[in-house]
């Protein structure tokens, strides 16, 4: 995503309404929605530079449940904010998360092939595909230095670790219970997973490959979903969807504050000191004032939307 200051253009993956959603970055109403796509839009990598952005298009289901999958991420142009192409990912099926790595290429879990695709943005081709080792690769993170990819597993109760140059899975890390969303620190030392069973973190130490320490989240009934730091990694939010809310850790993790926000809270984006919310079950965005730790707008923002961004 790109700095508030210089953005100026926000987009949302409405995933229950089945578009793609352009806001105006300053009043938040919605000027162009994009339809007519296969079930289910999901989630979204913006290419600033491009001028594109790419989004999975998942499948009719949820993970673990998703007769009929997906194969292709649909192409965004920024400017013209229209759906311009695809890109075909058979015979890999279900394409989750997305992530941009150092060495220009994108790489994106197909999940119900266990697989991560690796796209090239500058053709729009799948050029090849590592394999997770796991029943389902659900998301993925990629280490500032661009040599390790991990994907969480869900319900395996492990991280797969894959060397990037290589592309090869090198090994798995156990987890006590199954996962749900996956980040990684600034020096690449920790990896933060999502508890899927209880409201709670695991710290991954990278270097050892174990669990090294777990964070309950206080004041939050209900296991989370997404981990997702702020650019400057001082701030790094926390969101569940079971429990509506939303926790914001300071970037060593020694406090955090749980924050009530919209039904269903997915994805996140940062804008300066302000962090927004998309609440799939209600239709709405949050935004949480970071500094005094309190939702100080909210407004209307399709059926119900699961990703967003700034460009």
Partial sequence: MTDAKAAHGMIAV??????V?????ETYVTEVAIGGFPRTVHELLILPEAGLAYVPIYGDGIHGKNPNPGHVL???????????????????????????????LV?????????????DPKTHKMIDAIGSGSTNAHRLIISPDGQRIY????????VSVIDLPS????????????????????DGKTLIVV????????LIDTGRGEVVRTIPLENNPKPAQIARFRPDYKVLAVSSVAGDMVTLFDGDLTTQTAIPV????????????????????????HVIDIPSRKVRHAFACGTGCESLGFF
Avoid: W
């Avoid at 508890?195 to 695991?202: S, T």
């Avoid at 919209?262 to 965005?285: E, T």
């Fill in 14 to 19: 409405d995933k229950m309404g089945g578009q």
């Fill in 107 to 119: 790489y994106v879990t197909c999940e119900n092939s266990a697989v991560v695709a690796v796209i």
């Fill in 167 to 186: 592309r090869k899975l090198i090994g798995k890390i156990k987890t006590p219970h199954a996962l749900a969303g996956i980040t990684i620190t600034a």
């Fill in 151 to 158: 994907t969480e597993n869900e319900e395996d109760g492990e």
């Fill in 262 to 285: 919209g039904k269903g809270a997915m994805d996140m984006a940062f804008r300066d000191d302000d962090l927004f919310v998309g609440c799939q079950y209600d239709g709405s965005v």
């Fill in 195 to 202: 508890d899927d069973e209880q409201p709670a973190l695991f």
């Fill in 21 to 25: 959603l352009f806001l105006n970055p």
């Fill in 74 to 104: 649909a192409i965004i142009d920024l400017k013209e904010r229209a759906h311009v192409g695809d890109i075909e990912l058979n015979p890999y099926i279900a394409p989750h998360t997305l992530k941009l790595a150092p060495d220009g």
